[in-house]
Each structure stands twice: as structure tokens, then as C-alpha cells.
């Protein structure tokens, strides 16, 4: 049993492409999708027309739910380029996503957490705005009532995979459109992959376990940044050119 994990796509519909056809290169037939498809700078409305034909178990991350949960005027910096280029289709389908699914009663996906569609699941931050791995009893906490073996993750855009004592998996590709972003909340900090390349991960089932395969792909960055740029958001262009926040 071999599938892919996809995340974080955040409109950035060049590197979905890519993505899309390092996956058919492989062989692969089955994707899942675990959230944030659309918001950001990009493109996406032709991000989405390129989802919806892959009929892909999907979960609604935070910044989907944030393109239909409030009016256009308190949406955020993201999701106002998205919203005006979704259809009253792409819109639908959004509110059609679950928070929570299970995949062929093997991995449990979720957005974030569980609990929570904006709470990174093993990642914390220090006051100077670093990700650290959380402690491993933290970890599991939020993993208690999962009876899936493998339990799939997105939200922090960092390609992360943390066994649990219990053998369980916890596994989150990275992001495919974003990789890096900052915020001030809690307090400020970055989250950034170090290059631009579109990331997502293989999940095979193995004698051993599922075994994870996490992937970068090249694709035509520098386009991406320049629709970025149009926008005038100078964070997105510097994590689109070179994987880092300036």
C-alpha cells in the first residue's frame, strides 16, 4: 500500500503541478490532502481546478476555513487574493471539507491537531521565535483516542516525522506552494525550509511499518515570486525565490 500526503499548497498552483506530476512519474494513484489549499498571493482558483479532479480525500485547514467562516471585509491578507479568484463551486467544496478523516482505516489526517485546525502538533516555538520539537509526551497528548497507525499533519510547513512509544507514526510532508512564512502570534517568529522547492511526502506500508519518503521538487519558483511580487507581499517573494524569510 503505497500513497502521497499533500499540504500547504497555498495557491501556489506551478508547484502543484509539479508535485502533481512527480507523483505520476512514481506510479502513484492515490493522494490525500491535509489542508490550506487555497489562501495566499497566487493562484487559486486554477490551484483548485487542478484539486477538484483528483477527487482526493481532503481536510479543511485553517486558512480554508477562513475563505468561508466571515465576510470579505474581516478576511485576512491571504485570503482576500484567494476569495475574489475562488467560484461559488470552489467555495462549496470548501465548506464540504471535514476537519478530520480517516484514509482506508489506516491514517488518520487532520489540518493541525485534532482538537484544534490552528495548534502546531509537534512543533514549538521559543520567545526568539524558533521552532524547537515539542517533548514527546506533549506529542502524544494530542494523539490519545487515535486508533489509526499513521496519523498525517500539516499547518507548520516543516517536513517532520515523530514515532510515537507506542509505535504509532505522526508524520507532516511540508508544504508544497509555502516554504516559509512568519507571524506574530503567539509572538513573532519564522517558519522557514531553507529552499523553494515544493515538498510533500510518500506513505508506504511496509513489513516493518509505513515507512515515510519526504520529496522536493523544482519547479518554476521565480514565477511564483513574481506573482507574489504583483502583490505586493515581500515576505511570500522572499520564501518563493530562496526557501527563507528575508
Not at 141 to 155: D, K, N, R, V
Request: proline letters at 5%.
Amino acid at each position: 500500500m503505497i500513497f502521497a500526503a499533500i499540504a500547504d499548497i497555498h495557491g501556489n498552483h506551478l508547484a502543484l503541478e509539479a508535485v502533481l506530476e512527480d507523483i505520476r512519474r512514481q506510479g502513484i494513484s492515490e493522494i490525500v490532502n491535509l489542508g490550506d489549499s487555497f489562501s495566499g498571493p497566487l493562484k487559486a482558483g486554477e490551484t483548485a481546478d487542478l484539486l477538484l479532479p483528483l477527487d482526493a480525500l481532503t481536510v479543511r485547514g485553517n486558512h480554508d476555513r477562513a475563505l468561508v467562516d466571515r465576510p470579505y471585509d474581516e478576511m485576512g491578507d491571504w485570503e482576500q487574493p484567494a476569495f475574489r479568484q475562488l467560484s461559488a463551486a470552489h467555495l462549496d467544496w470548501i465548506r464540504s471539507m471535514p476537519f478530520s478523516a480517516v484514509y482506508r482505516e489506516e491514517a488518520y489526517l487532520c489540518h493541525a491537531t485534532p482538537r484544534d485546525d490552528n495548534t502546531y502538533w509537534m512543533e514549538t516555538l521559543s520567545p526568539g521565535g524558533i521552532f524547537h520539537l515539542k517533548a514527546l509526551e506533549e506529542i502524544e497528548a494530542l494523539a490519545s483516542g487515535i486508533e489509526q497507525p499513521l496519523i498525517l499533519c500539516g499547518h507548520s510547513h516543516i517536513a517532520r516525522a515523530v514515532q510515537l512509544s507506542d509505535g504509532r507514526l505522526i508524520v507532516n510532508p511540508g508544504s508544497v506552494g509555502c516554504p516559509g512564512f512568519d507571524y506574530d502570534q503567539p509572538f513573532y517568529h519564522k517558519a522557514q525550509q531553507g529552499t523553494p522547492f515544493a515538498a510533500y511526502a510518500v506513505l508506504e506500508k511496509t513489513g516493518r511499518g509505513w515507512q515515510p519518503a519526504f520529496r522536493q521538487v523544482r519547479y518554476d519558483n521565480v514565477a511564483a515570486a513574481d506573482l507574489a511580487a504583483a502583490h505586493g507581499m515581500a515576505d511570500w517573494v522572499s520564501a518563493l525565490s530562496g526557501g527563507w524569510i528575508a
